[in-house]
């Protein structure tokens, strides 16, 4: 039986993908399990792997999760041609537990070309400005990310953190060419409906990061929201596991990205794609 798939742009991707960030900021695991969590993934079927450049500890290791993930797929014994590895650039995190912001040209331009390297490829296949920084027009950011699609560095163009209006200028300042907004969205944080109905309309993936509530809080998922943990007990399912059958129930365009750096909790959300749930059973959800 051939995986079920998704649309990003013109590639077609698992209906869930891997997020890497907990695999390089603080509390990550050493570097053999994060590598056997990134094969686990590879190895259920997941064809989608979320990083960016900003996920790394000390100001010495930037772009820690774009070189370990190169290395996993170098390393992984089956085919990862059909992989697509969707990075992020404009968030900087100057190695004090901080995040800054540069969405200047310039600077995108040259995070590009650190990427290219650091993921071994000649262009990214998917490319998305990670969040607006207020010191740059938002129309300039885009309009470099725009640049490096004609340019054929990146080959898909996406954006991170952004409200309608942004998704709207920024598809116009592309050309029409916006492949994937990527916004919190979980249980707990609910406010980008809004962006997640936008992109159905639109056409375009939509990326929850941090769908299971986040590093913090993922373990406690069905703990905080009780409907979420009565209907998995009654479907015999991990209320994490439900959730993200939730999401892709909600929208055929939803792709979520649940962070993971154990390889059981990969296969766990993974196998997600096989929970179909009645209207009836989404409705209750999206009510509580």
Not at 78 to 102: E, F, I, Q, Y
């Amino acid at each position: 039986m051939t995986n079920p798939t998704r649309t990003i742009g013109d590639v077609q991707v698992s209906p869930i993908g891997l997020g890497g960030m907990p695999m390089s900021i603080e509390g990550r695991p050493d570097e053999a399990r994060s590598i056997a969590t990134i094969h686990a993934a590879l190895d259920a079927g997941i064809t989608l792997i979320d990083t960016a450049d900003a996920y790394h500890l000390t100001a010495t290791d930037v772009g820690h999760n774009e070189t370990l993930i190169a290395k996993a797929l170098s390393s992984y014994g089956g085919d990862t041609s059909n992989v697509l590895v969707a990075t992020k650039g404009g968030h900087l995190r100057p190695g004090d537990g901080s995040w800054t912001l540069n969405g200047s040209p310039a600077y995108l331009k040259q995070a590009v070309e650190a990427s290219i390297k650091r993921l071994g490829v000649e262009a990214i296949g998917l490319y998305q400005f990670h969040r607006p920084d207020p010191q740059t027009p938002y129309e300039e950011s885009v309009g470099a990310i725009r640049d490096l699609l004609d340019a054929g560095k990146i080959r898909q163009a996406g954006i991170s953190n952004a409200n309608p209006e942004q998704i709207r200028q920024a598809n116009e300042i592309i050309g029409g060419r916006l492949v994937s907004v990527q916004n919190q969205f979980s249980p707990k944080f609910r406010s980008s409906e809004p962006e997640l109905d936008l992109c159905d309309e639109l056409g375009i993936a939509f990326l929850p990061w941090s769908p299971l509530g986040g590093i913090s809080n993922a373990g406690e998922l069905g703990e905080k929201h009780p409907a979420f943990h009565t209907l998995a007990a009654e479907l015999g399912v991990s209320p994490q596991k439900l959730t993200l059958a939730w999401m892709l129930a909600k929208s055929p365009v939803v792709i979520p990205i649940p962070g993971s750096s154990r390889p059981e909790t990969i296969r766990d959300s993974y196998s997600a794609i096989e929970l179909t749930l009645t209207p009836e059973q989404v409705a209750t959800l999206d009510a509580s």
